[in-house]
């Protein structure tokens, strides 16, 4: 057994849990902007392009980001 290991902390040997309000429980989805995870999910189509997209949304400081998808 590696020795290092006996000094880790038991809360940074644990994975990373994301808040009880995420709508994205298994995923670490939070805004880069603001660091909320409340994130708004929402997907759109183009007619006109033919194109669809999937938008992102923060609840707190209402950045957008939107993924186009093939």
Not at 11 to 17: C, T, Y
Not at 41 to 46: F, H, I, V
Request: with cysteine.
């Amino acid at each position: 057994m590696n020795s290092a290991r006996w000094f880790v902390r038991r809360e940074d040997d644990e994975p990373p849990r994301t808040p009880a309000e995420s709508p994205f429980r298994r995923f670490d989805a939070k805004c880069l902007k603001c660091g909320s995870y409340d994130l708004r999910l929402t997907g759109a189509y183009d007619e006109g392009v033919g194109e669809a997209r999937l938008i992102v949304q923060c609840g707190r400081c209402r950045q957008v980001e939107q993924l186009p998808l093939r």
